[in-house]
């Protein structure tokens, strides 16, 4: 089943149980991958899906950031809470020596050797890591790497 599928399974069994507040999460989640179908008028596979699930979460944390510095613990424990569903349905993250590992592969395999070689490791690194790591703070670490 595939995981945009599993999202509107998940939406209808919070709608059956009267689950408001994660069906609000799942709603807006199904809006906006049926929205970029729409928009690129192609059908997601799981790893599109996957994308817009990523930039939702990105989303979440800049505006929890944004409430927590302006003293808003009501609309930051909402934001908290998105992330926390969003979260539920991208896979495991990787650890910091698989990271490593890959990061280290990676640049090899591409011959980099300094920092104008940085968008060759982190496209072949972006299909590898997608859902599964930070893509801001693995630029850092290419970038470091690199640097």
Same mark, same amino acid.
């Given at each position: 089943?595939?995981?945009?599928?599993?999202? $509107?399974?998940? /939406?209808?069994?919070?709608?059956?149980?009267?689950?408001? !507040?994660? =069906?609000?999460?799942?709603?807006?989640?199904?809006?906006?991958?049926?929205?970029?179908? *729409?928009?690129?008028?192609?059908?997601?596979?799981?790893?599109?899906?996957?994308?817009? =699930?990523?930039?939702?979460?990105?989303?979440?944390?800049?505006?929890?950031?944004?409430?927590?510095?302006?003293?808003?613990?009501?609309?930051?424990?909402?934001?908290?809470?998105? *992330?926390?569903?969003?979260?539920?349905?991208? !896979?495991? !993250?990787?650890?910091?020596?698989?990271?490593?590992?890959?990061?280290?592969?990676? *640049? #090899? $395999? $591409?011959?980099?050797?300094?920092?104008?070689? /940085?968008?060759?490791? /982190?496209?072949?690194?972006? !299909?590898?890591?997608?859902?599964?790591?930070? /893509? $801001?703070?693995?630029? #850092?670490?290419?970038?470091?790497?690199?640097?």
């Amino acid at each position: 089943m595939s995981l945009k599928n599993q999202i $509107t399974e998940a /939406m209808k069994s919070a709608l059956r149980a009267g689950d408001k !507040p994660r =069906l609000g999460v799942l709603r807006l989640a199904l809006a906006a991958i049926k929205q970029r179908e *729409i928009d690129e008028r192609i059908v997601l596979d799981d790893a599109q899906v996957l994308a817009v =699930l990523e930039k939702m979460l990105k989303q979440r944390r800049d505006s929890l950031a944004q409430f927590q510095a302006a003293q808003r613990a009501d609309l930051a424990a909402q934001e908290q809470y998105e *992330i926390t569903q969003l979260e539920t349905w991208l !896979p495991a !993250p990787l650890s910091e020596s698989e990271l490593e590992a890959l990061l280290v592969a990676a *640049i #090899a $395999t $591409t011959g980099a050797s300094g920092a104008r070689d /940085m968008g060759k490791v /982190m496209a072949a690194l972006k !299909p590898q890591v997608a859902g599964r790591a930070d /893509m $801001t703070a693995l630029s #850092a670490r290419v970038k470091a790497r690199l640097g």
